[in-house]
């Protein structure tokens, strides 16, 4: 069983920035961040491969949000740059045991961590 820890969740100002970040226990086929805000569906944001670190990204986040990994930290980073109210929400690093179960669909995934809180004020 494959342990996450998420951290740097916190408040901010619309057109800020927040960088979370995951660490992992062991190994995962690929990381990913979801987000849940109250009384809506998770949804998945991004995420990048173990091997070859491609990434991919929900529409609604590209070009402001960049997600990176360390590999030798078995850990992965979700930097999210001019934020809007509507990414209020609070986000979990997800991880996938297998290449095939990777992509933005939470039923795939694994492994996930607790979670943080990301509120973001107009």
């Known amino acids: 069983q494959v342990q996450l820890v998420e951290s740097g969740g916190g408040s901010v100002q619309a057109g800020g920035s927040l960088r979370l970040s995951c660490a992992a226990s062991?190994?995962?086929?690929?990381m990913s961040w979801f987000r849940q805000a109250p009384g809506k569906e998770r949804e998945g944001v991004a995420g990048?491969?173990?091997?070859?670190?491609?990434?991919f990204y929900t529409d609604s986040v590209k070009g402001r949000f960049t997600i990176s990994r360390d590999n030798a930290k078995n850990t992965a980073y979700l930097q999210m740059n001019s934020l809007k109210p509507e990414d209020t929400a609070m986000y979990y690093c997800?991880?996938?045991?297998?290449?095939?179960?990777?992509?933005?669909?939470?039923?795939?995934?694994?492994?996930w961590g607790q979670g943080t809180q990301v509120a973001v004020s107009s």
């Open positions: 062991g190994y995962t086929a690929c």
């Open positions: 997800a991880g996938a045991a297998n290449v095939w179960n990777c992509g933005l669909a939470p039923e795939r995934y694994n492994f």
């Open positions: 990048i491969y173990t091997i070859g670190r491609n990434t």
